[in-house]
C-alpha cells in the first residue's frame, strides 16, 4: 500500500514523502495514529496543506524565539548561594537559573539552559539560552555569596 507520511517515522521516511507499506502496517499503525494518509490525490492535497500550516508555525516560533533573544541579549541575573573561598558548598544548576529568570518575567525550561557543567565557584558567567533549533542567547549570570 501506499502512503504519504504526514510526520517522520524513525526507520520509515520523512513527512511528505511517498513510500509503499504492507497493508498490515499501514491500516494497523501508520492510519490510526495519523501519522500517514492513503496515497490519492486527496491525500496529497491534505499533506500540502499541512506542509504549508507547518512551515508557517515554524516562522512564527522562529519570530517569537528572536524576539525573546533580544529580550535576553542585555539581560543579566545575580543567584546568591552558600561558599567558603570562592567554592559554593554545592553548584548552581539550570534549574537555579530558570528560576532565577522567571523573577525576571522570562519563562525558559531548565533544558533550554546550556552548562557544560554546573558552576561551583563565585563569579561572572556567560551561560547559553537555546531558544529554538536557529536561535539561542547568552545571558551573564552573577554567583555572589549569600
Known sequence: ??????????????CGQVISVKDGF??????PKGLAFAATEDGIKQIEIEKKKAEHNKKIEKNKAEELSEK???????????AKDDVLYGSVTPADIAEALKEEDVEIEKQNII????????????????LHPEVSAKIKVWVVKK
Open 115 to 130: 552548562l557544560e557543567q554546573p558552576l561551583r565557584n563565585l563569579g561572572i558567567y556567560e551561560v547559553e539560552v537555546k
Open 26 to 31: 499501514a491500516r494497523n499503525f501508520l492510519l
Open 72 to 82: 535576553l541579549k542585555g539581560l543579566s541575573i545575580t543567584i546568591s548561594a552558600e
Open 1 to 14: 500500500m501506499k502512503v504519504i507520511l504526514r510526520k517522520d517515522v524513525d526507520k520509515i521516511g520523512k
